[in-house]
């Protein structure tokens, strides 16, 4: 998973971890549990797909 964010840049990562933590709050998830990791696992999935804004990532994130 690590890995995955190598290949962005600084702002783009914390984005991606920002979203992770927001989400992870709101659902009341450790970052740290299997579960979080699937979060950010997600988030990074959804950054992939060209969605780099915080705030777009934690809407497609609670939204499914």
């Known amino acids: ?17 920002q979203a992770a933590i927001e989400t992870c709050n709101r659902l009341d998830i450790d970052l740290k549990s299997e579960d979080g990791h699937r979060v950010l696992q997600r ?10 804004d915080a705030d777009e990532i934690v809407a497609r994130l609670c939204a499914s």
Do not use: C, H, Q
């Not at 998973?1 to 971890?17: A, C, G, P, T, V």
């Open 1 to 17: 998973m690590l890995f995955n964010l190598l290949s962005y840049r600084d702002k783009e990562i914390d984005s991606i971890l």
């Open 43 to 52: 988030a990074t999935n959804i950054a992939a797909g060209g969605v780099m």
